[in-house]
């Protein structure tokens, strides 16, 4: 959980999970929630943190899918 200055201004809570699936199988996903008065003024940078989240899975995908099992 990440907040500016104070609680209610501008939250962000960004949560990663693993689940299982079977067969050495695990799905990778992750969230972030934005809250806050100032949520309605932070569109670029949804954008930007909406990239970043898109690369991060690529690199996590091409590393776990170069590994062995």
Do not use: C, W, Y
């Not at 969230?31 to 932070?42: D, I, P």
């Not at 909406?50 to 590994?67: C, I, P, W, Y």
């Amino acid at each position: 959980m990440g907040r500016f200055l104070v609680p209610g201004i501008f939250d962000g809570e960004h949560t990663l999970a693993i689940e299982p699936l079977g067969q050495g199988r695990v799905r990778f996903s992750q969230v972030e929630r934005f809250s806050g008065a100032l949520t309605m003024f932070s569109g670029k940078l949804f954008d930007r943190t909406q990239r970043g989240f898109e690369a991060m899975n690529e690199a996590v995908k091409r590393r776990s899918e170069s590994l062995e099992p």
